[in-house]
Every structure is written in structure tokens, then in C-alpha cells.
């Protein structure tokens, strides 16, 4: 528990400066020495699966956040500790009774088109887009939001109805993207013809977008912060085999690969050529939790002990060694190890076919009656691998079971209205349990619209009490109780199968500077990363 109790020093001292109403002023990230960067070249990456849309705000998927990162900025970024850093904010306040958040906006920031980024923007995309299509987001402000204004072209003000100690983590891109009130105000957001060719304030602007090939990005000659980026573009490239993503790797065809571009069990191949570097860095803001949701509203998996006897069914030591190559460890709470109010103490949830096959007799319900269709993701040959031995797994408890493929349009489509029996997934925790891991199973996010609300329609009013009152606490002990009872409650009534935590591994080529630098890592802008000549 050393690494939990140093973020609760981390936060409590973030805590303190806020209860003082200081302005956070923060240290600068690691962002290497500017005057020897090298300026121009290309970096070529891949994007897997293939995004629906590049707009962050209205797809939260990962290729998605991916791109956008570059394209659309928020008003804060975060220190690998945690700790807000500024983006199009430069600096912040937070008065002493945790209501007011007052920020002050960078000067000289245009959007792509040329038209300039002002609080208007701020309060438009916070106060209205967001509100309606980001449901993360908007499930926080709906809650906690009592107002937000522009005091000026340069100043907005945000105030709460209750302290809400996560609302500072909320601002990155991928959460609270910023976009252009004027391409957006009084149109149908989700069909907005400015989806097909984003326009944002970032380092990069897009290009060009081939399907089932590359999406191109260009350098923004008129980006906020004079001198960068450093590239002249961005290309990614659309590879559905994972063996011909390793293959371009190896020929220098692309330069970076992100966790999940290849199959695990070529890591280690790869990470050994050389001229290679190698991190698992970046990912501190997600702790990304695989699990596997089961459609609650009908039999067989609404009934609690066959949820019960999935769980003891799977061997998820197994997963993560044999399928996953041992880049992750097993869950035992939805709360991953690595963030804030995680609980150890939790009841395990051991590998036990008998008991697995007993709690299916105990439930009553006679499994082979219906059939399931496992709803595959498109994430690649690992998690292919994970439904075959799901379906194996089942299929021993008596079940009836096959696998329907799925590109990652349809996947999000489907579970995003409810069309599925059983499915395999990952979901980032966003630094703290109010922001990430609530979203996935309060009642009143049981919302179609998007794959990463309460999808699996579990309602538990306990649970739900239990979450308000942490979420509005201040004192961390206290948080701390009214969290290990919700995980409690959430790993009994297996409200989600929480499989383990991932662990995604970043490869790249040693001339390539600067490219995992914050708790977003691959998420970012790239407006501080270049290529050093040979």
C-alpha cells in the first residue's frame, strides 16, 4: 500500500493549496532541452482498430483519444504523479470551500480555421456539447455543476453545488476536450459536417483520412506555442494484422507502437531489436481494467450466482500469463491497484470450476435454455484469443455459446444500445473512482449512448448511496471506508467481471525524443516530440 498512501499525501497536499485559495502554479513538465530539439520529419505510428470519428468529445474509444489528443487540447494536463499541469489554461484557482474554480486562459490561441479560442469556447463546451454527448463527462456535471460563466474573453469561472475533491483531474483532453463553439453552436452535434474534418487548437491539424489505410495529420503553422511542434506530420496507419504491424515496426516503416498494436508474445522480439526503446510509462491517468460485461436486464445473467459462477469459471492468472503474456495481474477489486482508495482486503473470487458448476445448481437456472453470443471486440488477436476462452470456460458451466465478430464501430453501436449478451472490454479510471469507475455502475448511468456507462444495467441502491457520499467527502479516510465497502458490495454481486489490470508496453525508436512525458502518455499532443538526425 505504499504507492496508495503517497497519493493520498499527493492529493491531500493538492487538497491544502486549494483550501488556502492559492493559485496551483505549477512546475513545468519534463520537456527536454528546446534548443537542441531537431524540427521536421514525420512520425509514423499505427492506430488499432480503425476510429470511428476522430472527435474525442463524442467517441471516448482509445484510437479515437489516440488522434484527437493531437487535434484537440483541454485546458489542463497531468504530471505523471497526477498533479494538473497547464494546457490552455495557464494558470488556476480553487477558493477555500472547494465551489469556485476560476481559470485563466493561455493568450494567442487560435482554432485550425484561424478564428480565435476564447472563454465563450470554454463555456459552450463545457455548458452545452459536453453536457449532452460526452456521457463521462456529463455525468459529473449534471451532478456537481452549478454554473459556469465567461468573466471575460480570457477568464471562466466554474462553480460547484458541493466540493467535488476530483473535479481538478477532470481536464484533459480526452475528458474535457475543448471545441469550436462557432462550428458547433445550434447544429446536431453527433452530425455536424466539422466530425469529418476536426478543427481544434492543438499541434496538428488533419490532413487527410484514407479508410482502411492512413490518417495524415499536418503541423499547425500557427500553434499557440511559438517554435513547436517540432514535426512537420503525423501518420497512422491502418493495419488489421497483427503480424504486419510487428513486420513494419521491424523495417522502420512506422517509429512508435502502442499497447495492444501487436500481439503480446512479440514484445519481447521486438523490444530486443535494436535501437529500441521501451516503457510502460503514460498510462499513470488510466490504469486501464479489462473486464467482461454481462447483460444484466435477461436471464441467464440477471440472476446474481450465475454472475458468481462466471467469475470462479475463468482463471484469470491464466489470462494474463498464457493470453495476455503476463503484461497485466489479476483483478480483485474494479478498482485497479494502482489508483487512489483502492481496497486489497477484497473476497476472492478464486478459480473453482466445482464451486462454479454448484453455483449454477444453486441458481436454478437451467444455463443450455439460453444461448449467448459473445460480442467481440476488435482489439486484436489477445483479446480474440480471451472470448475463445470464454467460450470454453462457459461452455463446461453448460452453457451454449458462440461469437459474433465485430469492427469497433459496430462494437461501440451495439453495446451503446444494449445489444449484447456478453462482452470483453477495457475502461481507463481517470485517477480516481468518482471519475472513472463510478460512471460504470450508478443507476442514473444506465444510459444508452455510449459503450462505457452502465451498459450492463447493474443497480444497486446501496451501492449507489455509498458512491454519492464518497464522491462528496473531503476527508480521505473517510472516502476511503465508504469506497472498500462499494468494492465489497460491487465484487459480491459481480457487478462487472473485473478480468485484470492491463499493463500496455510503448515501443520505439531511439532517435524519437520526448514521446511519453505525462499521466495521459500517448494521449498527448506530441507538440514537444521530434526526431533526432542521424
Not at 492529493?11 to 493549496?17: D, E, G, V
Not at 459552450?124 to 463527462?137: A, C, G, M, Y
Not at 476530483?166 to 455536424?192: A, V, W
Not at 491502418?238 to 513486420?247: G, K, L, Y
Amino acid at each position: 500500500m505504499k504507492r496508495v498512501t503517497t497519493r493520498f499525501q499527493q492529493r491531500l497536499a493538492s487538497l491544502a493549496i486549494a483550501a488556502a485559495g492559492l493559485s496551483l502554479l505549477p512546475l513545468a513538465l519534463p520537456a527536454g532541452n528546446a534548443a537542441a530539439q531537431t524540427t521536421g520529419g514525420t512520425l509514423s505510428g499505427i492506430v488499432q482498430p480503425e476510429p470511428p470519428i476522430l472527435v474525442s468529445a463524442l467517441n471516448s474509444q482509445a484510437p479515437t483519444q489516440y488522434i484527437a489528443g493531437k487535434i484537440y487540447q483541454g485546458l489542463l494536463t497531468y504530471t505523471p504523479d497526477l498533479k494538473p499541469q497547464p494546457e490552455l489554461a495557464k494558470s488556476w484557482k480553487i477558493s477555500p470551500d472547494g465551489l469556485t474554480y476560476t481559470f485563466e486562459l493561455q493568450s494567442g490561441v487560435k482554432w485550425h480555421d484561424g478564428k480565435p479560442f476564447t472563454s465563450a469556447d470554454v463555456v459552450f463546451s463545457i455548458d452545452k456539447l459536453l453536457r449532452e454527448v460526452h456521457v463521462r463527462t456529463r455525468a459529473v456535471l449534471n451532478k456537481y455543476m452549478a454554473s459556469i460563466r465567461a468573466v471575460n474573453d480570457t477568464t471562466v469561472e466554474i462553480k460547484l453545488k458541493e466540493p467535488f475533491p476530483p473535479f481538478i483531474s477532470m481536464f484533459e483532453t480526452g475528458t474535457m476536450p475543448m471545441m469550436p463553439k462557432h462550428l458547433y453552436e445550434g447544429t446536431d452535434y453527433r452530425n455536424n459536417p466539422a466530425n469529418q474534418k476536426p478543427v481544434g487548437t492543438g499541434p496538428f491539424m488533419f490532413k487527410e483520412w484514407k479508410k482502411g489505410a492512413y490518417i495524415k495529420l499536418a503541423k499547425n503553422p500557427n500553434y499557440w506555442k511559438k517554435g513547436k511542434p517540432y514535426l512537420d506530420e503525423l501518420v497512422f496507419y491502418v493495419i488489421p494484422d497483427s503480424a504486419s504491424r510487428a513486420v513494419a515496426f521491424e523495417k522502420g516503416d512506422v517509429q512508435v507502437l502502442r499497447g495492444g498494436d501487436v500481439d503480446n508474445v512479440d514484445v519481447k522480439r521486438l523490444r530486443a531489436l535494436p535501437n529500441v526503446e521501451y516503457t510502460t510509462k503514460g498510462w499513470e491517468l488510466f490504469s486501464p481494467m479489462a473486464s467482461m460485461l454481462m447483460n444484466q436486464r435477461k436471464p441467464p445473467f440477471d440472476n446474481v450466482k450465475v454472475r458468481q459462477a462466471v467469475m470462479h469459471a475463468l482463471n484469470r492468472k491464466m489470462i494474463v500469463n498464457n493470453i495476455f503474456f503476463g503484461m497485466g495481474k489479476p483483478a480483485v477489486s474494479p478498482f485497479a491497484s494502482t489508483t487512489l482508495f483502492f481496497d486489497k482486503n477484497m473476497p476472492a473470487m478464486d478459480f473453482n470450476l466445482k464451486k462454479a458448476r454448484d453455483l449454477i445448481k444453486e441458481s436454478g437456472v437451467n444455463v443450455g435454455q439460453y444461448p449467448i453470443k459473445i460480442l467481440a471486440t476488435s482489439y486484436g488477436a489477445n483479446w480474440d484469443r480471451l472470448d475463445e476462452y470464454v467460450k470454453q470456460m462457459l461452455e463446461q458451466l453448460g452453457f451454449k455459446v458462440s461469437i459474433e465478430s465485430a469492427d469497433a464501430g459496430t462494437w461501440a453501436a451495439r453495446v451503446s444500445n444494449w445489444d449484447f449478451d456478453l462482452t470483453t472490454t477495457y475502461t481507463y479510471q481517470y485517477g480516481d473512482p468518482a471519475l472513472g469507475v463510478e460512471r460504470l455502475y450508478v443507476a442514473r448511468n444506465i444510459v444508452k449512448g455510449t459503450p462505457f456507462a452502465n451498459v450492463q444495467g447493474y443497480n444497486n441502491p446501496k451501492a449507489d448511496e455509498l458512491w454519492a457520499k464518497a464522491g462528496a467527502t473531503m476527508d480521505p479516510a473517510e472516502r476511503q471506508k465508504l469506497y472498500s465497502e462499494v468494492q465489497r458490495i460491487l465484487v459480491n454481486d459481480v457487478a462487472n467481471a473485473n478480468l485484470f489490470e492491463l499493463e500496455f508496453p510503448t515501443l520505439y525508436r531511439k532517435n524519437v525524443k520526448n514521446l511519453v512525458t505525462t499521466a495521459i502518455g500517448l494521449n498527448e499532443s506530441f507538440d514537444n516530440v521530434s526526431i533526432e538526425k542521424n
